[in-house]
């Protein structure tokens, strides 16, 4: 039996991992779980899968859910960082998923990682945010870093037949998203539910917004240098707008190798858990004659700016990769709640790095003030 954590059993990676633990529920067990606000669902999921802690973010929602759950449930109810750094550390657990969204993941990532967890990556802004400092802790603490990302588990499983350092170029495919091929002009007047209308995938609203801005694909960037030692030149963004390469390896011999398979994160989810070795499941087998045709373009980085700057950030280095990050997250946020354009997200993520001097990450510390200098400065523009 293998014992999992999952931070953010609530989202979409959350609910999709315990999708596979259910499909193998004779080789994986649930041993912590964590949540924001929805504790109707974490309700079900104690009731389910019996977890032996659970963390509710929000405090007063974790005294409601301590009132809805009867007497004999022995699940322990935690909340705050605290609480979430507690289910990263839980002792009985082998591997921690990390799925929550944001830079909140950065802690529990980091306390698991300093108790040598594996650590099955959902969240991208932790290796974003701290980048080779993570990756060297890493090292330190023998914990392994398994990519959940589809198209970060594509790359980690191509280069299952080489090494990194026969690495010619890395290929991260994009679906391009809802407004793939649209120009600026087009873009000024798109709404949130415009936004939200991601033509392959079903995701949480953060992630969908970065489909749209192609942000996501630029973090992907930034995560994947870490990930697998590679400068920002050998990483070729493609848009694929069927999503069936999640993403492929061209060696130093000109060979290419990429995994394929129809859009599904249970299958990159399963295989993070059950890694080195496969394992079978019920889910649908992708025929290439069905699909018909693989279609490939280049990105517009001048319609989306977002995946540019990312480029840009990793090349500036230290910290403007978190500078990027925490001003993407907060303009996001603008941007559901009314109080920005969608065109204004790229924009203001350019000003915000134009105005910061980037430093050497060589603590949690650095991070944090990275995300203090954007409060304050994306303040004085707006």
Request: glycine share 6%; with cysteine; charged share 25%.
């Amino acid at each position: 039996m293998k014992y999992i954590s999952i931070l953010g059993s609530t989202g979409s990676i959350g609910t999709q991992t315990l999708d596979v633990v259910r499909e193998h529920s004779d080789e994986l067990k649930v041993c912590a779980i964590t949540g924001n606000n929805n504790i109707e669902l974490l309700k079900e999921q104690i009731l389910e899968f019996s977890p032996e802690l659970c963390c509710v973010m929000n405090e007063g929602k974790a005294l409601l859910l301590k009132n809805m759950l009867s007497g004999n449930i022995k699940t322990e109810i935690l909340s705050g960082m605290d609480g979430l750094i507690a289910a990263a550390e839980y002792d009985k657990s082998e591997i921690i998923v990390t799925a929550v969204s944001g830079m909140i993941g950065l802690k529990p990532t980091v306390a698991a990682i300093k108790k040598g967890k594996t650590i099955a990556l959902a969240n991208k802004e932790t290796l974003v945010t701290g980048g080779s400092y993570i990756m060297d802790l890493a090292k330190l603490y023998h914990s392994a870093i398994l990519p959940v990302d589809s198209e970060h588990s594509a790359i980690f499983q191509s280069l299952m037949s080489s090494s990194e350092k026969s690495i010619n170029k890395i290929i991260l495919t994009a679906s391009g998203g809802p407004f793939r091929g649209k120009d600026t002009e087009y873009l000024k007047n798109v709404t949130i539910d415009d936004a939200l209308k991601h033509p392959n995938w079903s995701m949480g609203k953060k992630i969908t917004i970065d489909s749209a801005t192609l942000m996501n694909k630029g973090l992907e960037v930034i995560e994947a240098k870490f990930l697998f030692d590679v400068k920002p030149e050998q990483i070729e963004v493609v848009v694929h707008p069927q999503s069936i390469i999640h993403s492929g390896v061209e060696f130093c011999d000109h060979s290419t190798i990429a995994q394929l398979g129809l859009p599904d994160m249970r299958v990159p989810i399963q295989f993070a858990l059950f890694y080195p070795r496969r394992e079978k499941n019920s889910y649908k087998s992708l025929s290439l004659s069905e699909i018909g045709k693989l279609t490939f373009e280049k990105p517009d980085v001048n319609v989306f700016k977002c995946l540019g700057l990312a480029f840009e950030a990793l090349k500036a280095g230290g910290t403007m990769p978190t500078v990027l990050n925490a001003s993407n997250e907060a303009c996001v946020d603008l941007f559901l709640n009314k109080k920005i354009s969608f065109l204004d997200i790229g924009n203001i993520n350019e000003k915000i790095m134009l105005k910061h001097n980037p430093v050497k990450i060589d603590s949690i510390e650095t991070i944090l003030a990275a995300e203090v200098f954007v409060k304050k400065t994306l303040e004085s523009i707006l």
